[in-house]
């Protein structure tokens, strides 16, 4: 699989939203409305590898929620479905695609009035994956 280097990476903070996830015979899917108290975090990591092929694209996609006071705070493994943390991949992969709640890693996350900065390394044992370090 490629490197980071060879795609793009972009961060969307949607304020006064919360995930919505739901686990049904195995898969996992999300939705995201809107809350108050909450942030989203949405990471997004793209490769365009064919312009012509429909299917010529590979993303990987990390969300989770975070109250939107100020705060300081650690989670590690299990404790990362505190912030109903997933990653998604989507690629022509026979297979190897779809939404996986994440609970294997480290999450440090830092917000202010003004932003929120984080750090995270995580893995994902049902698929590959490129991404496994994140930090802003």
Not at 82 to 110: E, S
């Amino acid at each position: 699989m490629d490197s980071l280097e060879n795609g793009s990476r972009k961060l969307h903070l949607l304020k006064n939203k919360k995930l919505e996830v739901v686990q049904n015979d195995g898969y996992v899917s999300y939705t995201i409305l809107e809350n108050d108290k909450t942030n989203v975090l949405h990471y997004v990591y793209a490769i365009n590898q064919d312009q012509v092929a429909y299917d010529g694209g590979y993303r990987e996609e990390v969300l989770f929620e975070v109250p939107n006071e100020v705060l300081e705070a650690k989670y590690t493994d299990k404790e990362l479905q505190n912030t109903k943390m997933i990653f998604g991949r989507y690629c022509f992969c026979k297979g190897k695609t779809g939404v996986y709640k994440i609970a294997q890693g480290n999450l440090h996350v830092k917000s202010t009035k003004k932003d929120i900065h984080f750090e995270l390394d995580f893995k994902i044992t049902e698929v590959p994956q490129v991404t496994e370090k994140i930090a802003y």
